[in-house]
């Protein structure tokens, strides 16, 4: 009797012990910057509002069709995310080079990529409130850079997580080996704050 009650005070402390370590669970990023409004062409010829994107949080990246350096790394890893998304969360690649990367461009993209369906959009428009939109909303740089051919515009690498209401809540450099697995947790976070 008494090695079943040390047994058992045994196991009950093993019990509350892992529990006290377990981590708690995640909080959500707080908000960091409300989005403008922008309405934008997708690959398709239809126009995309941030309004369109409300109700489910949403992924975004910045790409260009002629970048031979960090673009299709960035393609890769976005749909590396994108299989572990459910279809009600969006990824959505905005075209730095949108005088180049028409809607037909970019559909020609997404095909080369087996991408298809709208749970992934690429948008294009106008150069000036493109960049506009990156550096002021999106708070990311972009420039020129015609020296560097293979490249010649620079702009971030960084996913942006984007809420239900149009606030960028974080940012991950997509090159880091736990970035997809963040993102994810963010995610989680963000439906559990949202009540989702």
């Known amino acids: 009797m008494r090695r079943t009650l040390i047994a058992l005070a045994a196991a009950v402390t093993v019990v ?5 370590l377990r981590p708690a ?17 997708e690959r398709d010829g239809s126009t995309v509002t941030r309004a369109d994107l409300a109700g489910t949080p949403w992924i975004a990246d910045f790409v260009f069709t002629r970048c031979a350096i960090y673009c299709p790394r960035l393609t890769v890893r976005m749909k590396e995310l994108r299989e572990r998304l459910p279809p009600a969360i969006r990824t959505v690649s905005f075209s730095v080079d949108p005088e180049h ?26 150069r000036e409130p493109m960049w506009r939109l990156v550096r002021e909303g999106f708070l990311l740089p972009v420039e020129d850079a ?47 704050e949202e009540g989702g």
Not at 16 to 20: F, G, K, L, Q, R
Not at 151 to 158: A, G, Y
């Open 16 to 20: 509350v012990a892992v529990i006290a």
């Open 25 to 41: 669970p995640r909080p959500a990023p707080a908000p960091i910057a409300q989005l403008p409004e922008f309405a934008l062409v």
């Open 101 to 126: 990367d028409t809607p037909e461009v970019l559909e020609r993209y997404a095909e080369q990529w087996g991408i298809e369906g709208r749970s992934w959009l690429f948008l294009t428009g106008e």
């Open 146 to 192: 015609p020296e560097v051919e293979a490249s010649p515009i620079l702009h971030s690498n960084r996913f942006v997580l984007v809420d239900s209401a149009g606030r960028i809540r974080d940012t991950y450099d997509a090159f880091d080996d736990d970035a997809l697995e963040r993102i994810l947790a963010d995610l989680s976070a963000l439906a559990a």
